[in-house]
């Protein structure tokens, strides 16, 4: 803890200089006094407050989160008309536009829609939040992030990691407290998009303008969410509308990196809402790198590194006694894989194509309250490569069909409820990547029940307990998997202790047990599940503390997770690589600290994570090849008049590249990224220039030996957006 207080420490005396000198240019309006806002946030079926909502202005730097009996208060705001935007899990986001008085303090009363339960439900904070260790990265934020790209963004939640194979457009894959990139389950509205082959899920296909919230949830959570939640899930809402909306985007940035989008919207608070956006995103991606001593030295250029992704999404959502939800999507990618240093690759290109739905009926006002849902979607990948630097020339194709059904039940009001559901998936399979013996459809069929409740103990003081159970069948394992989960908390505003357990399958992969033998690699099809069998985690929660003139939230948890089987690929004596099951032991500690001062408009963020992901078998030793024990980010920023500008920096420590050696270590690294929004035009269409620099020091630093990051990249653009809630 000593070391991570030094690690804060320095990074914010290194932050606070630029920070400084930036506020100092900027004011607020004359003879303005700031006014705030309170109100309460409600449950449209039972009335009830609704504890740990997230309150965003997404015109200016300002959050909280409610109390637990739905209360809060923003300070500190400009007077004028403010766009209130409004979430929490489980409940769809609402927005409510209040006017703020000059000087004084105006109320608010909001009223949010239940989610279907098309999975069972998460919570971050409140009484009766005893499980789901969980950061949520609003609209808001993303806007204000600049990015166009949702990895950047997920580096910044403690005990994150994210694994990128180049610069923009390359392969961007997550792992959350050491896990594999197939040990996290990725789900946007509702739908799994894990790789059907490989088990894990490539967030460079995710457009981040479709996006409207995302949600990491750390820990064991199969008996939530099924098979592939081993150490965590990744929500993703995609955008709905605040009220009748226009909005375009266009940015442009190094390395041939071009990034559009248009998106229109409309909502009728008592009929319905809907929403549609394109994206289109284009990177050339070539750049040069230095090449490492060990492969001898000199600078190179990263060849054949240009990707292109288009998409476009739509979402509909009805009100009434029975409400419906549809969404739907599809995306058309292709890129080219340049290869690591030593083995690159001149031709080698790979392009997907998807498309996805679903339609989900819902009724929460009845005693019972229930949910349907019918998911589908249809990928197909294909993978050239007619002059490989290791022969030969391949030319591979895979299709995959997967649909989802599910059905759920809940009786109960806040203080204490059950649910109930099934689930059912059947996936088909074709792919010339495959060899013999693959299967041509997986299947996995499931029950869950989840049980809550909360209890006052004193006058302020409140327990709860939050348990759930899931048990399915799965044809890949060929075997029947209970996988439980129980949590218990005890809160006294602002503070909230809970101690949670569980435990969680992943089966193994199709790519690992069947694909198809090469020169170099060789599959496994006797491979088993990674269990986790005994999760443990203590976590404290603090949230919405006045500090003087700032409010302090903030987070820690410790946790130990060991792993039975996990699958790594190793290389045998003739060098031919295959992924075998090997047990870790797995523990660590992560934390989460902001300080905001609204009158200010000042923000600090800082994260810290550390994480021991060891051998526990005698043939190897020491940490898994790849994997920092210590990571963190320290973030600042401003919003004041018509500017808003933040400094990012990320820290990623030492890694090993040879398994039970220290030999070949990589060097700690440090990623500084900063941006910058500017008000170009006020009025019914706000015009907002976006400036951004990712890799301030151009550090050129590189996760994986020998797959290198392309350094400084210059990033700007412009946005408009046109929203009228009336």
């Not at 923009?168 to 792992?175: K, L, N, V």
Request: with cysteine.
């Amino acid at each position: 803890m000593r070391f991570a207080l030094r690690f804060a420490l320095r990074f914010a005396w290194r932050l606070a200089t630029p920070v400084a000198l930036f506020s100092a240019t900027t004011h607020p309006a004359s003879g303005q006094v700031p006014g705030e806002i309170r109100g309460r946030v409600t449950s449209r079926t039972d009335g009830h407050g609704i504890g740990g909502a997230r309150v965003d202005d997404t015109g200016e730097d300002a959050s909280t989160t409610t109390r637990d009996d739905g209360a809060f208060t923003l300070h500190g705001l400009t007077p004028g008309v403010h766009d209130l935007r409004v979430s929490a899990i489980g409940f769809r986001i609402a927005h409510s536009a209040v006017t703020a008085d000059n000087g004084r303090t105006s109320t608010a009363s909001i009223v949010l829609d239940a989610l279907p339960a098309r999975l069972a439900p998460v919570s971050v904070y409140g009484a009766a939040d005893t499980t789901g260790d969980a950061t949520t990265i609003t609209r808001a934020e993303i806007a204000a992030s600049g990015q166009q790209d949702i990895a950047p963004l997920l580096a910044q939640v403690p005990g994150v990691l994210i694994s990128r194979q180049g610069g923009p457009g390359a392969p961007a894959f997550i792992s959350i407290r050491g896990s594999n990139a197939s040990e996290v389950l990725v789900i946007v509205d509702g739908q799994p998009i894990n790789s059907a082959l490989g088990g894990q899920a490539d967030l460079s296909r995710i457009p981040l303008t479709d996006v409207e919230q995302i949600t990491v949830v750390r820990g064991a959570e199969s008996a939530r969410y099924g098979p592939g939640a081993l150490a965590g899930v990744v929500l993703i809402e995609t955008r709905r509308p605040a009220g009748t909306e226009l909005s375009a985007s266009a940015t442009t940035a190094s390395w041939g990196e071009r990034d559009a989008s248009v998106s229109a919207g409309v909502d009728a608070p008592r009929t319905a809402n809907g929403v549609v956006t394109v994206t289109r995103n284009t990177t050339q991606g070539d750049f040069s790198y230095v090449v490492p001593p060990q492969r001898g030295g000199g600078n190179a250029v990263r060849d054949n590194d240009d990707a292109t992704l288009t998409s476009i999404s739509a979402s509909a959502d009805t009100r009434g006694a029975v409400a419906l939800s549809m969404h739907g999507s599809a995306t058309d990618d292709g890129r080219g894989l340049p290869g690591s240093i030593t083995a690159p690759d001149c031709c080698a290109r790979d392009g997907d194509t998807r498309v996805a739905g679903g339609l989900s009926a819902h009724d929460d006002r009845s005693l019972i309250a229930w949910s349907i849902a019918a998911d589908a979607d249809h990928e197909r990948t294909r993978y050239v490569d007619t002059e490989p630097s290791i022969p030969p020339a391949y030319d591979d194709r895979a299709a995959t069909t997967g649909v989802i059904g599910a059905a759920t039940a809940t009786i109960g009001g806040p203080a204490a409820s059950v649910t109930s559901g099934i689930e059912v998936r059947s996936l088909s399979i074709g792919a010339t990547v495959l060899g013999t013996g693959a299967p041509s459809v997986e299947r996995d069929d499931a029950g869950w029940i989840q049980a809550r409740a909360s209890h006052a103990l004193g006058a302020e003081l409140t327990g709860a307990f939050d348990g759930a159970l899931r048990v399915e069948w799965n044809s890949i394992v060929h075997a029947t998997v209970a996988s439980p989960r129980i949590g218990l908390s005890i809160g006294h505003a602002p503070l909230l202790l809970s101690l949670s357990g569980g435990q969680s399958y992943n089966p193994p992969s199709l790519a690992d047990q069947y694909f198809r033998e090469g020169v170099t690699v060789r599959p496994n099809p006797d491979l088993h599940p990674e269990r986790v069998r005994d999760e443990i985690e203590a976590r404290l929660t603090v949230r919405d503390v006045a500090v003087g003139q700032a409010r302090l939230s903030g987070e820690a948890a410790v946790y130990r997770a060991d792993i039975d089987g996990m699958i790594l690929w190793f290389p045998n004596f003739q060098f031919v690589w295959s992924p075998d099951n090997y047990d870790v032991h797995r523990s660590g500690w992560d934390t989460s600290t902001q300080l905001t001062f609204p009158k200010l408009g000042l923000f600090a963020r800082a994260t810290v994570g550390a994480v021991s992901v060891d051998y526990a078998g005698p043939v190897l030793g020491g940490q898994v090849a790849y994997q920092p024990r210590l990571t963190g980010s320290i973030s600042t920023g401003i919003s004041r008049g018509r500017v808003t500008a933040s400094l990012t920096t990320l820290y990623v420590g030492d890694r090993r590249t040879v398994e039970g050696s220290s030999l070949n270590s990589l060097a700690p690294y440090w990623i500084a990224n900063t941006q910058a929004t500017i008000r170009i035009a006020s009025g019914p269409w706000p015009l907002d220039a976006l400036l951004g620099v990712d890799d301030l020091l151009d550090a050129r630093a590189a996760l994986l030996f020998d797959y290198p990051y392309p350094g400084r990249t210059l990033r700007v653009g412009l946005r408009i957006r046109h929203a009228s809630t009336g």
